[in-house]
């Protein structure tokens, strides 16, 4: 079994001249602009990687350190760190100024008001909805607490990490906004380069269309030269009535995920897709590249096509029906995840997936969103073979930029939705998160609206991505 696939190339320490440790405090300078300050109450400091923060090997910078007793000053020509390396960190042991404009003074503790950043989904959102802190502020300075992220082995597969640490990253770039996102790409990873096709038109619906539904219709939009680079196909791809005889029970805890019959599944629904390779060979013909939609976290039950081989490939004999349950912290499970559920039909003709619901940051680990690790390891997947990867899924926290393309949610359709869309797809910038697709034309509840429409295709043509949905 290939788990070097799961193995993201990071580099996470830093310079050895760029850090410095007194007690239980480590103060690594990665910029004039840019510290990260650590504490441990053990003296021992972490240089793995976390989901977060891959990359720390900045070049050597100028600094100076003073020790008086207990007390630590690391100064660069833009910040003066002060702090105390025997107690832990308080508002009175820890500050750092900004010695230029605006010459803001933080003290731990202190929660910087930033420009905003952005938030996991807008599902159900109507007339806006508060969005977390970006890396821009009118203050000068703002933070990345990467203490409770998880860590990066060399296996690449996630570690908790010790109990009672600290790992902040003090940005203080004043006003000076693109150097601080450049150097936060610097240190997290820069988005990557989406295929071309992704910039064109896509057409997304949710609505179990037949095969030769979608291909008269694809055949129509032609015809009156409306042009689609990216065809994707809603969850009716794939079996969602399950028999009541072939439903396997769920356990508590995923019922608390919201998990919902039906939503899982990967064996094609014959009766609207008599022969879906063909349907696939049909788009690539007209020139259209092709999404399906995944919900993965019901796992591989007894009906589904694939089962019998997933069954073995895990050590369940599948004479006994056991559902094969989504385990997102098994390399083994995840790599007959891919190569038995999704690797035939990328063959058949499908170009990437849609990760449409991943159980929030319910999982049997405290800490680990499941959405974050099925964003790293699809596009480490879909980048196989020297392709761009590709994935179009929900934000799942900082560092989420390196995982294209994010998914806005299941949008009110209201003017009121559509007045904040601009409004957060310009916020999100300011944690370095730029591709957005949104459901152009909104998805739920709300009132049809034909000027309301129109508007919403214009926010579409005028962004990167134009999912008529």
Known sequence: MD???????????????????????????????????????TGAFEDRASQTVFYRD???????????????????????????TDVPFSAETLTVALKNEPAAHWHYGDEPETLGGTIKTLDSVNDGIPLGDGLCSRQGYALLDDSSTMLLGEDGWVIPRPADTIDL????????????????????GIPPMLPAYALGNWWSRY?????????????????????FSVAVVDMDWHIVDVPDEQKPPYSDFEQQCGLREGWTGYTWNEQLFPDYKNFLAFLHEHYEK??????????????????????????????TKERVRFDI????????????????????????WWMDWQQGKNSFVKGLDPL??????????????????????????????????????????????????????????????????????GHMFGYRDNELALRWVQLGVFSPINRLH
């Open 3 to 41: 788990n070097e696939r799961f193995i993201w190339t990071t580099r996470p320490l830093a310079m050895a001249e760029n850090m410095v440790v007194c007690g239980n405090v480590r103060i690594t300078v990665l910029t004039d602009r840019l510290l990260r300050i650590e504490h441990s109450n």
């Open 58 to 84: 900045f070049a050597p910078c100028t600094y100076r350190m003073t020790q008086d007793g207990e007390w630590l000053t690391v100064e660069t020509e833009a910040l003066r760190l002060c702090c105390r």
């Open 169 to 188: 990253y003090f940005f203080g770039y004043g006003y000076d906004y693109r150097s601080c996102i450049a150097d936060y790409y610097r240190l997290t």
């Open 207 to 227: 609505y179990a269309y037949t095969q030769d539904e979608y291909q008269t219709l694809m055949t129509r939009f032609e015809r009156e030269d409306i042009p």
């Open 290 to 319: 092709v999404a399906l939609n995944l919900h993965p976290a019901g796992g591989v039950c007894p009906h589904e096509v694939q089962y019998p081989a997933m069954a073995k490939a895990m050590g369940i004999d599948p004479k």
């Open 329 to 352: 912290l098994s390399p083994k499970f995840m790599a007959n995840y891919f190569d038995i559920l999704h690797h035939p039909y990328e063959a058949d003709g499908v170009d990437f």
């Open 372 to 441: 974050w690790m099925l964003n790293h390891y699809h596009v480490l997947d879909n980048c196989r073979n020297g392709k761009r990867g590709m994935l179009l899924s929900r934000y799942a926290g900082l560092g989420s930029h390196r995982y294209p393309i994010g998914f806005s949610g299941d949008t009110v359709i209201s003017w009121e939705s559509l007045d904040f869309q601009p409004y957060f797809t310009a916020t999100a910038s300011n944690v370095g998160y730029t591709w957005w697709s949104h459901d152009i034309g």
